[in-house]
């Protein structure tokens, strides 16, 4: 079964560093996700893509967040620089470009920034 | 931004017993999704529902979307520990270019 794949699962950082998080969505999928998520709380979009372009980064805190998806395919989250308020499951999905919006999740990637 | 409340916003119980969690918006959606989600792990799409009154059924978890399209319920009969999760709805406004908007979430527990 194809699945979203995340890399890393687990990242410490101190503040004041860089961090990237990297995201290869499930063949075929135009539409790819990036989340925030607080524990016990609900996804929040950081940035929505179709193909390369962005559909919605408007709550992407864009002084220290940038994402791409170059190709299409493929997407890199990065934060820079990290502040302790970033500490938090990102998660990243992937949806098809017809029907219904169903978002297939990875298993996001736990940040802890000290 | 179209926003979907979620309750009861944490819920306990016992083996057996039956719940229902609620999913509320003022918004229409064109369709909407709910989702279990585990300590540690992303969340796992269970159902899609797209038309007004649809009811749709997962071995024991039943799923309804309301006729106007902007609330929906989950209800659960005779739950098991294995249902235990953070429960999620999202909303694709109509639209939207396929956006999601998640609801706050229901953490289920449910003891032995």
């Known amino acids: 079964e194809a699945e979203v794949a995340q890399s890393p699962r687990y990242k410490i950082t101190e503040k004041s560093q860089a961090v990237a998080f990297w995201c290869d969505p499930i063949s075929g999928h135009a539409t790819l996700y990036w989340y925030r998520q607080i524990l016990g709380q609900g996804p929040e979009l950081l940035v929505q893509f179709q193909d390369e372009s962005v559909v919605d980064d408007s709550q992407l805190p864009k002084d220290r967040f940038s994402a791409e998806r170059l190709k299409g395919v493929d997407s890199t989250l990065k934060i820079q620089p990290a502040e302790l308020g970033d500490s938090a499951m990102y998660l990243c999905?992937?949806?098809?470009?017809?029907?219904?919006?169903?978002?297939?999740f990875g298993q996001g990637t736990r940040l802890t920034v000290v | 931004t179209q926003l979907l409340e979620q309750s009861p916003q944490f819920l306990s119980i016992q083996e057996g017993e039956n719940l229902t969690v609620y999913c509320n918006s003022s918004s229409v959606f064109s369709s909407l999704q709910w989702y279990r989600q585990e300590p540690g792990e992303g969340p796992v799409l269970l159902v899609t529902?797209?038309?007004?009154?649809e009811v749709k059924k997962l071995k024991r978890l039943t799923f309804q979307f309301g006729d106007a399209r902007k609330d929906s319920s989950l209800h659960i009969t005779a739950a098991q520990p294995g249902d235990t999760g953070l429960y999620l709805c999202a909303g694709e406004p109509p639209g939207s270019a396929r956006q999601l908007t998640f609801g706050s979430g229901t953490q289920l527990t449910v003891l032995p």
């Open positions: 999905a992937s949806s098809r470009s017809t029907g219904p919006a169903e978002a297939f």
């Open positions: 529902v797209v038309t007004g009154g």
